[in-house]
Nanobody
Framework: QARLVESGGGLVQFGGSLRVSCSAS????????IAWFRQAPGKEREGVSC????????HYQDSVKGRFTISRDNAKDTVYLQMNNLKPEDTAVYYC???????????????????????WGQGTQVTVSS
């Protein structure tokens, strides 16, 4: 059974850093667009970043540009989201997701959208204290 697993969330102070990781069982992440989404209490799930399976291109939400970096380690079949200079407004549950539509799928042609993603992890909590 295909599933994604996030890890690395936690509590960090304003201005601190965290790295969250996404790994898979039952399929290989390397073949697909992978995205990070987040959902804060009372808000809709929003796309944060994605990395393309075809050319490695990346996209970011404006509010995290220059602070967050998405990357792949193909040898470990893992996708990371390095988050620096964290702010209280970054507090949310962070989810990784896979678009299994293939390299030409629209999942990472821009900011990722929930509707393009098929497999989801259970989420990891990131809390930034002020």
């Amino acid at each position: 059974q295909a599933r994604l697993v996030e890890s690395g969330g936690g509590l960090v102070q304003f201005g601190g850093s965290l790295r969250v990781s996404c790994s898979a069982s039952g399929f290989t992440l390397n073949y697909y667009h992978i995205a990070w989404f987040r959902q804060a209490p009372g808000k809709e799930r929003e796309g944060v970043s994605c990395i393309s399976s075809s050319d490695g291109s990346t996209h970011y939400q404006d509010s995290v540009k220059g602070r967050f970096t998405i990357s792949r380690d193909n040898a470990k079949d893992t996708v990371y989201l390095q988050m620096n200079n964290l702010k209280p407004e970054d507090t949310a549950v962070y989810y990784c997701a896979a678009d299994i539509g293939g390299p030409t799928s629209a999942g990472c042609s821009g900011l990722p959208e929930v509707r393009h993603y098929d497999y989801w992890g259970q989420g990891t909590q990131v809390t930034v204290s002020s």
